[in-house]
């Protein structure tokens, strides 16, 4: 396996938490750039003719990356070409969530303020289906291009078929579906209501969102639907803490004292509990001791198993 031949500008051993918004994570055993759809396909096809791990970096947030670091191929993306037609915004899955927030004001459309501050690429966001003050990305996603590593293929797939659900998709599910492009339906606007709302948005996360290296939310929300009548009757507090039909994670947290508690050189955060963040020097040994201590406190209190939004590698 000449994996240097074969893919030229592949590395090897390369630090990963400089390129995570955690500033955490070991060694890579290879890592690649991918400036172009062309090049991410080309990595996906050398990762299936050696069987070899592979993960597909976007921005860096939102993962927590071990210290003994990944085995395979990395492949951060930096493929970030886009076009825009009308109200359409077709977009590469490296391109980077501001960018096109930013391109969707100087075009007087709405629909993707909410996404102003999220520090991730248009894929990852596909993907993870982001969303913020009440709107996500199955909002205005018309079709998904991406890559089926099952057959080697390239494929598309409209909005209904994509199985959107609270920060969920087909393709958390389906490890084989890459997705290379998004094509995204927005809405004409007025440049006024549409700039106001984008400095709401980043007003409220620079006054709640702390300024340490984080992964962003670390626990998804609880639909209150799920909880009862009879937990609300046990815990009437709970009440005025819904939001969107749901309990914030930072809520349960918070309830458990558990604000700044620190764990090396890793911190539960006052600003915001459900962020962890990086003090200097953290380790993701510390990151996982805080997540566990969380989990468990929230559950023996409320009784609810607390899910992780962060995915977890080389653990």
């Known amino acids: ?7 030229p500008g592949v590395k090897e051993n390369i630090l990963l938490k400089k390129y995570t918004t955690f500033q955490i994570g070991g060694r890579a055993s290879y890592f690649l ?20 791990p592979f993960f597909i970096l976007g921005n860096g947030s939102n993962v927590l990356i071990s210290d003994k670091g990944l085995k395979g191929l990395v492949i951060k993306l930096e493929n ?38 999220i520090p991730g690429t248009v894929g990852g966001a596909t993907r993870g289906n982001a ?42 599910r389906k490890r084989n579906f890459i997705i290379l492009s998004v094509c995204l339906k927005l809405m004409e606007g007025k440049k006024k209501i549409i700039k106001e709302k984008i400095r709401e948005f980043l007003n409220h996360r620079k006054e709640r969102h702390p300024k340490q290296p984080s992964a962003g939310s670390i626990f998804k929300g609880v639909r209150a639907k799920d909880l009862g ?71 023996n209190r409320f009784g609810i198993t607390l ?3 962060i995915q977890h590698l080389g653990f």
Request: with cysteine; net charge positive.
């Open 33 to 52: 750039i991918a400036r172009k759809k062309e090049e991410l396909i080309k990595a996906l096809k050398i990762t299936k003719k050696y069987n070899l």
């Open 131 to 172: 969303g913020a003050f009440g709107q996500s990305m199955k909002d205005i996603i018309k079709e998904v291009e991406f890559f089926d590593l099952s057959n080697l293929k390239i494929k598309k797939i409209k909005n209904l078929k994509c199985n959107f659900s609270y920060r969920d998709s087909i393709f958390k």
């Open 1 to 7: 396996m000449d994996i240097k031949k074969e893919l």
């Open 307 to 309: 899910e992780e939004e």
């Open 229 to 299: 009548e009879k937990f609300f009757r046990k815990f009437p507090e709970a009440k005025n803490a819904v939001k969107e039909k749901g309990i914030p994670a930072a809520f349960l947290i918070n309830q458990c004292k558990l604000s700044g508690k620190k764990i090396g050189r890793a911190q539960i955060s006052r600003k915001h509990p459900n962020f962890i963040v990086n003090l200097g020097g953290a380790r993701a040994k510390d990151v996982i001791k805080l997540i566990h201590l969380i989990k468990k406190k929230v559950k």
């Open 80 to 117: 970030k070409n886009y076009k825009i037609r009308n109200s359409e915004i077709i977009a590469d899955s490296g391109t980077p969530l501001f960018l096109l927030v930013r391109e969707a004001v100087k075009r007087n459309l709405t629909g993707l303020e909410w996404a102003a501050g």
